[in-house]
């Protein structure tokens, strides 16, 4: 029983002539019967680590996985792939359960699937005695840690699995990386000299690119009549937003549906089932769509809202380019996003050091939307990834920024702000820089101001850009429960009054047919 078996297994069932980097190492640790822990990046390819090991090795393996609704679909592609696989969970009728106990009894299984619920039911653990266990994996293992933001209460017991059989290897596995989960994972589940497998988490073939949030529909339709026929997805904040785009796309001709949790079980699963199957080329759906979805050429992910953290972001996006070919990742961003998000958090149900927490993952996210820096690199940085090099792959390596002497411009906003009384939002700083004659600068007087038009001849946008970028180097405050208004901070008034230098990274724009339009 070892790797050349693994090998003819891998072949047999699945069709793979090899493992890819990585797998073998965690398929041969498993076999040693050692408990084993897996960080690899969605699409990596973590089922192949317990499910060949579990065909090797006689008797039967118990997979617990939280997402009840992809455990049917591991199983049938199990079946069809000629594996002896079931499942148990709640959704099922007693019979139903019966029957697969049965099977499990006569020997006829190879895996079984079991929800954590399921798996903790009172005499549950008696029926697994029972049984000839070889292996128990556990699936989306980060739902341990009440760091994570997927923290499943139920996980905690699992540390039952190693007290009750303690000769029974286990494999805990999971895509989500950070240091506190992965210290929970080793600990909570009182795993024994575990062997811990960290894949990269690089995904090379993903081109990440990030856009300002005006106009965003207008970017899209931009975006997708470049890229005909290609499947992708359309993140949304609220399960509203995917049926408004669906329809918007639809009445242009596109192929698009829209999914979220509001829909029934079945309208989920048709719809799912239509991507898989190219029937749906464009999905507009909310972050429950996608846990798990088995499906390589989604060519570019989109995210119309900016998401909650960087851990949510690269999982959605990881949904793409899972074949190895180019896939892209476009992310809309601004400031108005922001606003919502940290008043979902601070208005949540979380303790005040939850709160803490998820507000810190949030400003991570805007900092990485607002990078002046290689994508890549903040991303893989934030994931506790040595990369030194510029990726070559990002709208920042395409357009590397040149920083200039802002003072004078940072001066002009910063005195809008003071003008202003701290009492206004960045829109409305750039309105009256740019000398916006409109109800607000009007009613408010703000058009008698010295600074009213001081900024005529830079575009809004870029405006905007400059605020953020004063905001990330600490030179203006936001606060964020007065409805966005700009502060003016010690460091401000050194820019205002001390003459205090500003360096600032040019605003490009990365839309490459603007590029085009620009050189001809
Ligand atoms: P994860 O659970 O890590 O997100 P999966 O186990 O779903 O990833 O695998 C992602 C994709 O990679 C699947 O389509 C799977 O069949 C494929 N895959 C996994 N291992 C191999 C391999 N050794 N050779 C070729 N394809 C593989
Ligand atoms: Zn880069």
């Not at 980097?21 to 699409?43: A, F, H, N, W, Y």
Request: charged share 25%; hydrophobic share 35%.
């Amino acid at each position: 029983m070892g790797i050349r078996e693994a090998r003819e297994v891998l072949k047999l069932y699945f069709g793979y002539d090899k493992f890819r980097p990585g797998q073998e190492e965690i398929v041969t640790s498993v076999l040693e019967k050692r408990d084993t822990v897996v960080l690899m990046p969605t699409g990596g390819g973590k089922s192949i680590c317990y499910q060949v090991p579990g065909l090797v090795m006689p008797g039967i393996s118990v997979v617990v996985s939280p997402l009840i609704a992809l455990m049917k679909d591991q199983v049938e592609a199990l079946l069809s792939n000629g594996v002896q696989a079931a499942y148990l969970n709640s959704s099922q009728s007693s019979a139903e359960q019966q029957r697969v106990e049965q099977q499990c009894y006569d020997g006829k299984l190879k895996m079984l699937y079991v929800s954590p619920e399921k798996l903790l039911s009172a005499g549950f653990f008696s029926f697994l005695k029972s049984l000839k266990i070889n292996l128990f994996a556990i699936d989306e293992a980060h739902c341990i840690s009440a760091w994570g933001h997927d923290f499943r209460p139920e996980y905690l017991q699992l540390k039952n699995l190693k007290l009750q059989f303690p000769d029974v290897p286990v494999i805990a596995l999971t895509a989500t990386a950070d240091r506190l989960t992965q210290r929970d994972i080793l600990t909570q589940l009182y795993l024994q000299d575990p062997k811990v497998f960290i894949s990269s988490f690089d995904r090379p073939n993903i081109y990440l690119q990030v856009k300002p949030g005006q106009k965003r529909m207008e970017a899209i339709l931009d975006f997708l009549e470049e890229r005909p026929f290609q499947p992708g997805i359309i993140y949304c904040l609220s399960r509203k937003a995917t049926e408004t785009m669906a329809r918007k796309l639809q009445e242009k001709g596109y192929n698009a549906d829209y999914y979220h949790a509001g829909l029934s079980a079945r309208d989920r699963e048709k719809v799912q089932e239509k991507f898989l199957q190219d029937n749906v080329m464009i999905m507009c759906a909310t972050i429950a769509f996608g846990m798990g979805i088995d499906k390589s050429n989604v060519r570019w992910v989109i995210h119309y809202n900016l998401p909650k953290n960087l851990e949510s972001y690269y999982q959605e996006i990881g949904r793409g380019g899972r074949d190895g070919a180019p896939a892209e990742a476009l992310l809309f961003h601004s400031l108005g996003d922001v606003m919502t998000l940290r008043d979902f958090i601070t208005q949540g149900g979380e303790n005040s050091k939850e709160q803490a927490l998820s507000l810190a993952k949030l400003d991570r996210m805007q900092q990485y939307a607002e990078s002046t820096s290689c994508r890549r690199k903040t991303l893989m940085h934030y994931f506790g990834e040595e990369y030194q090099k510029d990726c070559g792959n990002c709208d920042i390596c395409d357009n590397p920024p040149t920083s200039f002497n802002g003072t004078e411009l940072a001066q002009k906003i910063l005195s809008a702000v003071a003008r202003t009384k701290e009492t206004v939002a960045s829109a409305q700083v750039v309105d009256i820089l740019r000398g916006s004659r409109n109800q607000m600068t009007l009613n408010k007087g703000y058009d008698k101001l010295k600074t009213f038009g001081a900024g005529r001849d830079v575009p809004a946008q870029e405006w905007q850009r400059y605020i953020h970028q004063l905001i990330n180097k600490g030179l203006l405050d936001i606060a964020y429960d007065e409805h966005g208004a700009l502060k003016l901070n010690a460091n401000s008034k050194e820019v205002l009054f001390d003459g205090k230098q500003v360096e600032l990274v040019k605003f490009q724009p990365i839309d490459p047919k603007e590029e085009k339009e620009k050189r001809t």
